[in-house]
């Protein structure tokens, strides 16, 4: 892994110094056996650029996509309108948004909470679970 890294040291620095134009194929470049791209590592860390827009990046073996990272961790960029990206699990990225607290204000009506993963769950019942707390918003 440590050879792999040093290949992709440039890109990655680039990457997260913001220097990696938006449109790079480097985005892309898998840089371990887990398949985890460059653009992966850097939506873990929350440092995305603004107008980042290569969101269906997936790894091959789960079709985790960087928009999914990235709703693990923080609430996505205004606009963002890519909620149906969809794992091969069946798992949307507002799914991943909602089991982590991450979803924008929705309306109670949204069809998004109503989007079931490949094991029935929907988003409205994710966020009830992992959220239960907090409530839909009635807005």
């Known amino acids: 892994m440590i050879e792999i890294l040093k290949y992709f040291r440039e890109p990655l620095r680039a990457a997260l110094t913001g220097e990696l134009p938006l449109d790079s194929r480097d985005w892309a470049c898998v840089v371990d056996n887990n398949d985890t791209t460059i653009a992966h590592i850097v939506a873990a860390l929350c440092m995305l650029p603004k107008g980042f827009f290569q969101w269906s990046i997936a790894r091959a073996w789960s079709g985790w996509t960087v928009a999914h990272e990235l709703a693990a961790y923080q609430k996505m960029p205004e606009g963002f309108d890519q909620w149906d990206l969809v794992s091969l699990s069946g798992v949307?990225?507002?799914?991943?948004?909602?089991?982590?607290?991450?979803?924008?204000?929705?309306?109670?009506?949204?069809?998004?909470?109503?989007?079931?993963?490949?094991?029935g769950e929907t988003v409205r019942e994710c966020y009830m679970r992992w959220n239960n707390e907090k409530r839909v918003n009635r807005g």
């Open 92 to 119: 949307t990225v507002a799914h991943v948004a909602a089991r982590w607290g991450n979803l924008p204000e929705l309306d109670a009506n949204s069809p998004i909470w109503n989007w079931a993963d490949d094991n």
